[in-house]
């Protein structure tokens, strides 16, 4: 995250506040973050899947570029696999490992926030990332030889319901675990009927990027799979919320990997 300036909080949040909120603390691009208050959170957790669509079409991009050049299918994978992990600096891949390692503690809530706050990972995370990695890179090498429109749909689809997830996540109702930092800065911020409707627009647009590979099929295909991967995060996140009490940056990084890859492997089957 990048420089802030503070700002009146009872001030409306504009769109540009948003977004800069949203690629400030999702992404490495190098945007200022003018406003670090409730309503900048609540807008930039919204415009959260703008970032990643940004983050998609980006892996996307090398992805074609590689299998341009010749790389294969396998090469397109990892290549697209790389760019979500490089732009958000690794926090995502970072917060599942922690999580993992919190969760298979089986430590009390507090013991187990202690585990994930640390700079080291257990086995735990190392395992959940492993084959975190493998099932992405797998899947999306599956996509990719039917086409570089079929791995591109599929790399943004993941990229998208990860960061809708994280939409979700933030909306009333849903609490911090700490008092400090990113899980507390956007907890609770997002209105449940805002948070619905954004993740909406995020199946919609999915189903769209799925109609123009497969047609109607395909369009069910990426719409089901954008739907399910969702429902995975929020089954996460029932878990994280009754074991540790809330979210933090932790759980809301596991939160993105886990939703956005089980779209991912959804869009592979069938």
Known sequence: ???????????????????????????????????????????????????????????AALGGLLLLFGGGPLLAAVGSAVVPAVLTRGLHLDGLADTADGLGSGKPAEEALA?????????????????????????????YAAGWAAGAVGTVVMAVTARAALTLASRAGVPAARPEGLGAAVAGSVPVPAAAGGAAVVVVGCAAAGAGVGGPYGALHAGLAAVLG????????????????????DVFGALAEGAGLTALVLLTLG
């Open 1 to 59: 995250m990048n420089d802030t300036a503070p700002a009146s909080p009872a001030s409306p949040a504009s769109p540009a506040d948003a977004l800069r909120f949203a690629f400030g603390t999702l992404t490495v691009l190098p945007v200022r973050v003018t406003r670090w208050d409730r309503p900048a959170a609540r807008g930039g957790m919204l415009c959260a899947p703008v970032a990643g669509l940004v983050v998609g079409l980006c892996a």
């Open 115 to 143: 585990i994930m706050k640390r700079s080291d990972i257990g086995p735990f995370g190392v395992v959940t990332l492993l084959f975190a990695l493998l099932a992405q890179v797998a899947a999306l090498s599956g996509l």
């Open 230 to 249: 969702l429902a995975g995060g929020e089954l996460l996140l029932r878990h994280c919320r009754r074991r540790f009490g809330g979210v933090t940056g």
